[in-house]
């Protein structure tokens, strides 16, 4: 069993202790400060007797391993804690802390798990219901709580007192918690601040649904201090494309996505057009075969798109005439047949066992059918479309 000396004191940032254990690059100490992957934080980094710590282990027996990247001996160590590391994370995580407790007190959402990530944090809520206003004013709260300094403090107590905790723990013994001053009170191993106003600001960013509940992502002290940069920085340079204010640039983007909108459906009706026109200028000049019909027969490089649907859909109609065209990239196939009604030939009746037989699938009515295929399956599908349309 390892003595954890972070319990008592998380601005522990340097320490002695004794090396009892090596285990190839596994060190075990009788104390350490070092904070091992539990409960949604992240490990502590730092040194042993110089040596770098790569990850920070708690195993089943209650020990915890620390995994260095060069030889330790056993003995006396001494220790330091990336310091800029651990401040991080008790930032993050008593900002969770009063992130949750304040989704409970104003909405009765509890947090169902926790996520502390090297860039942002989250919390899932076990609700399926939560607005943008509710994020707003839990974010306003929480900052209020940060604002007013209050103390942060760490007891120790049996598990089966009545604690008061916000969200009732299963373990036994002598628990952990972690009260904020008339605010909140969890069972908690986390390091964590001594009063809320050095979490210094609260960002609550980007809401997903899982599993049901809603997922909010967000950034504490330092963290919140970039991302507010990197924000303002994004908005500077929308700004100066636009030529205008910061505080305009939601307007014109939206409008300029109107905008874009706009000439997207515009452009989409002129290829259509221009397919549509295509396929009747192809049927004038297309050879015919022994019936007397109109046949085209082509390759393309690349996917099936709504425009060969519509240039081939556009051939068919203007008499009695077959559109085949073929598709080939990445190492997939497929294939387009449109036929007029004057034919009398069904096109999906045609296609369908013609895929089959190349390894393929697909269908469709007399008129237009479409399937897919191997690539390698083409040339043999080509070749006998070629032979029932001579």
Same mark, same amino acid.
């Given at each position: 069993?390892? =003595? =954890?000396?972070y319990y008592d004191?998380?601005?522990?940032?340097?320490?002695?202790?004794?090396?009892?254990?090596?285990?190839? =690059?596994?060190?075990?100490? !009788?104390?350490?400060?070092?904070? @091992? +992957?539990?409960?949604?934080?992240?490990?502590?980094?730092?040194?042993?007797?110089g040596?770098?710590?790569?990850?920070?282990?708690?195993?089943? !027996?209650?020990r915890?391993?620390?995994?260095? *990247?060069?030889?330790?001996?056993?003995? @006396?160590?001494?220790?330091?804690?990336?310091w800029? =590391?651990?401040?991080?994370?008790?930032?993050q995580?008593?900002?969770?802390?009063?992130?949750?407790?304040v989704?409970v007190? #104003?909405?009765?959402?509890?947090?169902?798990s926790?996520?502390?990530?090297?860039?942002?944090s989250t919390?899932?809520?076990?609700?399926?219901?939560?607005?943008?206003e509710?994020?707003? &004013?839990? &974010?306003r709260?929480?900052n209020?709580?940060?604002? &007013?300094?209050?103390?942060?403090?760490?007891?120790?107590? !049996?598990?089966?007192?009545?604690?008061?905790? $916000?969200?009732?723990?299963?373990?036994?013994g002598?628990?952990?918690?972690?009260?904020?001053?008339?605010?909140?009170? +969890?069972?908690?191993g986390?390091?964590?601040?001594?009063?809320?106003?050095?979490? /210094?600001?609260?960002?609550?960013?980007?809401?997903?649904?899982? $599993?049901?509940?809603?997922?909010? &992502?967000?950034?504490?002290?330092?963290?919140?201090? #970039?991302r507010?940069?990197?924000?303002?920085?994004?908005?500077?340079?929308?700004? #100066?494309?636009?030529?205008?204010?910061?505080d305009?640039?939601d307007?014109?983007?939206?409008?300029?996505?109107?905008?874009?909108?706009?000439?997207?459906? *515009?452009?989409?009706?002129?290829?259509?057009?221009a397919?549509?026109? *295509?396929?009747? %200028?192809?049927?004038?000049?297309?050879? $015919?075969?022994?019936?007397?019909?109109?046949?085209?027969?082509r390759?393309?490089?690349?996917a099936?798109?709504?425009?060969?649907?519509?240039?081939?859909?556009?051939f068919?109609?203007? /008499?009695?005439?077959?559109?085949?065209?073929?598709?080939?990239?990445?190492?997939?196939?497929?294939?387009?047949?449109?036929?007029?009604a004057?034919?009398?030939?069904?096109?999906g009746?045609?296609?369908? @066992?013609?895929?089959?037989?190349?390894?393929?699938?697909? /269908? /469709?009515s007399?008129a237009l059918?479409?399937? +897919?295929v191997? %690539?390698?399956?083409l %040339?043999?599908?080509?070749?006998?479309? $070629?032979?029932?349309?001579?």
């Amino acid at each position: 069993m390892t =003595r =954890r000396l972070y319990y008592d004191d998380s601005y522990l940032r340097g320490f002695r202790a004794e090396a009892v254990s090596v285990e190839g =690059r596994r060190l075990y100490l !009788d104390a350490t400060a070092f904070y @091992p +992957s539990s409960g949604g934080q992240p490990f502590d980094r730092g040194t042993i007797n110089g040596v770098a710590v790569a990850d920070v282990v708690e195993e089943d !027996d209650g020990r915890v391993a620390h995994v260095v *990247e060069g030889e330790v001996a056993p003995g @006396p160590v001494e220790c330091v804690v990336d310091w800029g =590391r651990r401040f991080d994370h008790m930032q993050q995580h008593t900002g969770q802390h009063i992130l949750s407790a304040v989704f409970v007190e #104003r909405f009765g959402m509890p947090t169902l798990s926790f996520h502390m990530g090297a860039e942002v944090s989250t919390i899932e809520l076990g609700t399926q219901a939560l607005t943008a206003e509710q994020v707003v &004013e839990a &974010e306003r709260r929480v900052n209020e709580v940060i604002h &007013e300094g209050r103390a942060v403090t760490v007891s120790y107590h !049996d598990a089966g007192d009545d604690l008061g905790l $916000r969200k009732a723990s299963e373990r036994t013994g002598t628990l952990r918690v972690v009260s904020i001053a008339e605010l909140d009170r +969890s069972a908690c191993g986390g390091t964590h601040v001594r009063n809320t106003a050095e979490v /210094g600001a609260v960002l609550l960013r980007k809401l997903d649904k899982v $599993r049901g509940n809603a997922r909010v &992502e967000f950034v504490c002290g330092a963290r919140a201090v #970039r991302r507010a940069r990197a924000d303002y920085d994004t908005l500077s340079r929308a700004a #100066r494309v636009f030529s205008s204010p910061v505080d305009d640039v939601d307007g014109l983007v939206a409008a300029q996505a109107q905008r874009l909108m706009a000439a997207e459906k *515009e452009l989409k009706r002129l290829n259509a057009e221009a397919a549509q026109r *295509e396929g009747r %200028e192809r049927f004038a000049a297309a050879g $015919r075969n022994e019936r007397g019909w109109a046949v085209e027969v082509r390759r393309t490089a690349g996917a099936m798109g709504e425009e060969h649907r519509l240039r081939a859909g556009a051939f068919a109609e203007m /008499g009695a005439g077959v559109w085949v065209e073929l598709f080939a990239g990445a190492g997939a196939g497929a294939v387009l047949i449109a036929a007029s009604a004057a034919t009398g030939m069904n096109a999906g009746a045609v296609l369908k @066992p013609l895929l089959a037989a190349a390894g393929g699938r697909g /269908g /469709g009515s007399a008129a237009l059918a479409q399937g +897919s295929v191997p %690539e390698a399956g083409l %040339e043999g599908l080509e070749a006998e479309l $070629r032979r029932l349309l001579a």
